[in-house]
C-alpha cells in the first residue's frame, strides 16, 4: 500500500543491493488477487519464505501506479514480474487463473544465478510475441479469413472498442475507465467483448500491430488503448474535439446529410421542409449500424428496465451494435414514434428494418429467430 515513489525507490534499493524481486500488480476489484483471493494467498505463503531465499516480494496496486504499471507493460490482473539480481525480467506471468505457476516461477528465480546479460528470449514470457514462419496456402487462406472478420468488425460502427467484458460489465480496470471516458463524452459507440472470442482478441494483436487491450478504433483507424485516450482527454475539447467526433455525440442534433429543396414560399410548404429533414436525420440513425438500438440511456447506463433488458440480450449474443439516447433528443423521440409507427421504446432496427420492441425481440429470442437475425448464425 505504499505510494508509488515509495515503491519505485524500495524497488530501486533492492536492485542496487543485488537483490532478486517479484513485483505482483493486483487491483482491489480483481477478487483472486485482492485480499483473501487465491493469488493473494500464495503471496503471503510465499513472502514467508522469501528472506531465506533471498527474494523481496512487493505488492503494486496496479491503477494507482502507472508508472510502474508503464514501465513493466502491464496491461491485465493479476500480473507478476520475477526480477533477477541485476534487475532483469527472467519471467514474467500475464493474467489467468494458474497460481501453481506463480509458485513454479518463483522457485527458479530463487535458485537463478546472477547474470549481467539478458536472459536468452526463450526464458522470458512477454505480452505477445510475433513469429515468423512460412504459410502454407490454407494457412494463408484462414489468415485472409479472419482478416476479413476483424476489418468487418473494426469498421462495424464509426467508433469501436475492443474490451474485456461489455460497458455494463468490464472485466478489468482499463476496460473500464475507457468506458469512462466514453460515457463522459457522451459518445454513442459499438464495442466487442474479446473474452468471448479468442480468435479475435489474438488475431487483433497481429492484425493492428498492438498487443494489449483495450483498443479504441474511430472510423476504422485504431487510435490506441487507455494511455492514448487518457492523453487526448487532456487536450482540449477532450475526445470530441481531438478526433473530430462531434457528429456521434449522444444528443448532437447535426446531420452530415444535406437536404436540399426547392424554394418555399408559404408555411404549409416550410412546415413540410421540416418535417423532410427529421425523416432524413432519422433514415439516417436507423442506418448509422447495421443493429441500431434506441433506448432510454445508453448501454452502460439504462434509464428503464425495458431498455436494460434489451441491453442484455444483444450483450448475450457477444455482437456490435450502436445505440441512441432518446432521452437527449425529445425531436428524435417523438419523430421516430410516427416515423415507425411504433409507439414505445426501446426499438431495435436491423439492417434498416424495425425489428420491434422488448416484447418483441424476447419472442424472437424465445422461438431461436433472434441469433440468426443478429449474428447470421443458423445453428442451433
Not at 493469488?39 to 503494486?60: H, P, T, W
Not at 467483448?193 to 497481429?206: A, C, F, P, W
Not at 490506441?224 to 474535439?241: N, P, Q, T, W
Request: negative net charge; contains cysteine; charged residues 25%.
Amino acid at each position: 500500500n505504499d505510494t508509488e515513489a515509495k515503491a519505485a525507490s524500495l524497488l530501486d534499493a533492492s536492485s542496487s543491493a543485488g537483490q532478486k524481486s517479484v513485483l505482483f500488480f493486483w487491483a482491489e476489484w480483481h477478487a483472486p488477487s485482492a485480499a483473501g483471493g487465491s493469488f493473494d494467498m500464495v503471496v503471503k505463503a510465499l513472502s514467508g519464505q522469501s528472506g531465506s531465499d533471498g527474494v523481496n516480494i512487493y505488492r503494486v496496486l496496479a491503477e494507482e501506479a502507472p508508472t510502474l504499471s508503464q514501465k513493466y507493460n502491464v496491461t491485465t490482473v493479476p500480473t507478476f514480474i520475477f526480477l533477477n539480481s541485476d534487475g532483469v525480467a527472467i519471467e514474467r506471468i500475464d493474467g489467468g487463473e494458474d497460481v501453481a505457476r506463480v509458485t513454479q516461477c518463483y522457485s527458479r528465480l530463487a535458485s537463478a544465478t546472477s547474470t549481467l546479460s539478458a536472459p536468452p528470449p526463450s526464458t522470458i514470457t512477454p505480452p505477445t510475441t510475433t513469429t515468423t514462419t512460412t504459410q502454407q496456402p490454407e494457412e494463408k487462406e484462414e489468415v485472409q479469413t479472419l482478416n476479413n472478420r476483424l476489418q468487418s468488425l473494426i469498421t462495424s460502427s464509426p467508433i469501436m472498442l475492443f474490451l474485456k467484458g461489455t460497458p455494463n460489465a468490464p472485466k478489468c480496470g482499463f476496460s473500464r475507465q475507457t468506458i469512462e471516458m466514453l460515457t463522459a463524452s457522451n459518445l454513442t459507440f459499438g464495442y466487442f467483448n474479446i473474452l468471448e472470442d479468442d480468435t479475435v482478441r489474438q488475431g487483433l494483436k497481429s492484425y493492428s500491430d498492438w498487443p494489449t487491450y483495450p483498443q479504441f478504433y474511430v472510423k476504422g483507424e485504431l487510435v490506441g488503448g487507455l494511455d492514448i485516450m487518457k492523453e487526448l482527454m487532456e487536450e482540449d475539447g477532450g475526445l470530441v474535439a481531438q478526433l473530430e467526433l462531434e457528429d456521434y455525440v449522444i444528443g448532437n442534433s447535426s446531420s452530415s446529410a444535406t437536404v436540399v429543396e426547392p424554394e418555399r414560399t408559404n408555411d404549409d410548404d416550410d412546415a413540410t421542409t421540416s418535417s423532410l429533414s427529421l425523416n432524413d436525420k432519422l433514415k439516417q440513425l436507423i442506418n448509422r449500424h447495421r443493429i441500431m438500438l434506441f433506448m432510454k440511456g445508453i448501454p452502460s447506463s439504462p434509464k428503464c428496465g425495458f431498455s436494460r433488458q434489451i441491453v442484455e440480450i444483444l450483450d448475450s449474443y457477444n455482437v456490435s451494435y450502436d445505440a441512441f439516447n432518446i432521452l437527449e433528443d425529445e425531436e428524435v423521440r417523438q419523430g421516430l414514434k410516427e416515423y415507425s409507427d411504433w409507439p414505445t421504446f426501446p426499438q431495435l432496427y436491423v439492417e434498416g428494418d424495425l425489428m420491434g420492441g422488448l416484447d418483441i425481440v424476447k419472442e424472437m429470442e424465445e422461438g431461436g429467430d433472434l441469433k440468426e437475425l443478429l449474428t447470421g448464425d443458423t445453428s442451433d
